[in-house]
């Protein structure tokens, strides 16, 4: 078995370079249950390159192997990335030949299964939404099927929660929306900007992938191609983890636009008049200092293109003189906000320098 790194074993200043020259080959065993979805996908080809573990399993989300029963099912868009194949769901297998396990199972499916691997001595990674709530009555609710959090539960906004993402047991990958969303607001929310009085409206806009890999009529091509749906107003359960975030009501309004991937959230909220664009400036960026995947761009306005298909998060801000802010924040749906703030997460708990195998 790989002897895996104590957090804060190398330091944050330490080049992905050096990292992997330090740690002298895989030290963790890492598996991916939920690999045919796009997120893990997605996990996949990270965890293909990441210098400092071994990819010991990718499973379905079944104890089937899907479309093909349980023959194992090969990816063509990772030949030669990594060439094993997907294999039915064996949680006795996950538990006795990785370290690390990520979950990108539907909900129901990680409530099960990540108490009993971190029960077994996993560490788990879980990109559902069944343990980010902490208030037992809105889990219940969204989650119904979450029946117990497991001890050592961290809630995995990276750049919020390094510390204890660094110590968990299971780690709750935040949802794609709240993370957008989080990165631009809470700093603001902790430094007591807003005013007290204050909406806080989350306009928020995501490409289709972020509805998962199952097709429905939504998502049909016919349906969304030249057209924007709004869907889940008053009614969407990453509502429900922003509030959670910030403490406050949030009024959170999802759109589906006809991109592949991608998320842009438009934030409105008052802070007191007079309040300049400098000093929002200097909320985030002492909340961001030195964290390499959040990029404060200021008044120009950050676009989705601008990250589409990387780790970043770019944030700009406009303030009027009244104290109207607008925020934007943009993100990729599949990286910052699933697969890629996961990895940095395993290497946050692993010691790493968090920007291995992602730049």
Request: hydrophobic residues 45%; proline residues 6%.
């Amino acid at each position: 078995m790989h002897t895996v790194l104590q957090p804060g074993a190398v330091p944050m200043g330490e080049s992905a370079g050096e990292t992997a020259a330090r740690a002298s080959g895989p030290i963790a065993r890492v598996a991916v249950a939920g690999a045919t979805g796009f997120t893990g996908q997605e996990l996949l080809r990270l965890l293909s390159r990441h210098p400092a573990v071994a990819l010991t399993a990718a499973m379905s989300s079944g104890r089937t192997g899907g479309q093909t029963g349980a023959s194992p099912r090969q990816l063509p868009a990772l030949a030669r990335l990594w060439n094993g194949a997907v294999v039915p769901l064996s949680p006795e297998t996950l538990a006795r030949d990785a370290d690390i396990v990520f979950l990108a199972l539907p909900d129901s499916a990680a409530a099960e299964l990540a108490p009993a691997l971190v029960d077994a001595g996993v560490r788990v990674i879980d990109l559902s939404g069944a343990f980010r709530l902490r208030d037992e009555a809105a889990r219940g609710r969204w989650y119904p099927d979450t029946h117990r959090l497991p001890a050592g539960v961290a809630y995995g906004l990276t750049e919020r929660e390094r510390g204890a993402v660094a110590r968990a047991q299971l780690v709750a990958n935040p949802g794609c929306y709240p993370t957008a969303t989080l990165l631009a607001l809470s700093p603001l929310v902790e430094a007591g900007l807003l005013l007290s009085t204050t909406d806080i409206i989350v306009d928020a806009k995501s490409g289709v992938s972020g509805a998962g890999k199952t097709p429905s009529e939504r998502t049909h091509f016919s349906e969304i191609h030249g057209s924007i749906a709004t869907y889940g107003v008053f009614n969407h359960r990453h509502g429900a983890e922003i509030e959670e975030g910030v403490g406050r009501t949030v009024t959170f309004t999802p759109h589906l636009i006809p991109l592949d991937r991608g998320i842009l959230s438009t934030i409105y909220v008052r802070v007191a008049p007079g309040t300049t664009e400098e000093a929002i400036g200097d909320v985030l960026e002492q909340a961001y200092k030195g964290a390499t995947f959040v990029r404060l761009v200021g008044s120009s306005l950050p676009e989705i293109k601008h990250v589409a298909h990387t780790n970043f998060c770019d944030i700009g801000w406009r303030v009027d003189p009244s104290g109207r802010v607008i925020l934007v924040s943009v993100i990729d749906n599949l990286l910052k906000g699933a697969s890629g703030q996961a990895v940095q997460n395993m290497n946050v708990m692993l010691g790493l320098d968090e920007r291995t195998a992602l730049l």
